[in-house]
């Protein structure tokens, strides 16, 4: 089973921002979860970060030729309003499951939206970090 994990803006900074809604732990940290998981699992994990909007786009359509099964996005702030990001999920006819390490519904309001959200086969919402394996182990039951 191949995996592609895609985290939006900021993420890349976890460790470093606002750590009491983000925790301690850093970028490195998830990236080495996942590949533990991955090797735990027997599956692959690509895993992809980028502040550009488009960027992630590219990486999205790219997953529609190159064997991706599944699908694991914490769009960061673009969760919010990039329907382009929403249209490039909804082009993909594979599980998808978006990710948020804080509770959005715990925070600002205009957090508590989700334009992504409804082209997405399930969304995990403020576990931390854990929420990403939470996110691996349900694709494999679904995609299996």
Request: proline share 3%; with cysteine; charged share 20%.
């Amino acid at each position: 089973m191949k995996i592609l994990v895609i985290n939006g803006p900021n993420i890349n900074f976890l460790g470093i921002r606002e750590k009491s809604i983000y925790g301690n732990q850093d970028f490195k940290y998830l990236l080495e979860i996942l590949e533990k998981k991955a090797t735990e699992e027997e599956i692959t994990i690509d895993t992809y970060q980028s502040n550009v909007e488009g960027y992630i786009i590219d990486r999205l359509q790219e997953a529609y030729s190159d064997g991706t099964q599944g699908i694991i996005i914490n769009p960061g702030a673009f969760t919010h309003y990039s329907y382009a990001i929403r249209d490039a999920l909804a082009s993909l006819d594979i599980p998808k499951i978006e990710v948020h390490i804080s509770n959005v519904h715990k925070r600002e309001e205009f957090r508590h939206i989700s334009v992504t959200a409804p082209v997405c086969t399930g969304q995990i919402i403020g576990l931390g970090l854990q929420g990403y394996l939470l996110a691996v182990d349900a694709l494999k039951q679904i995609v299996a």
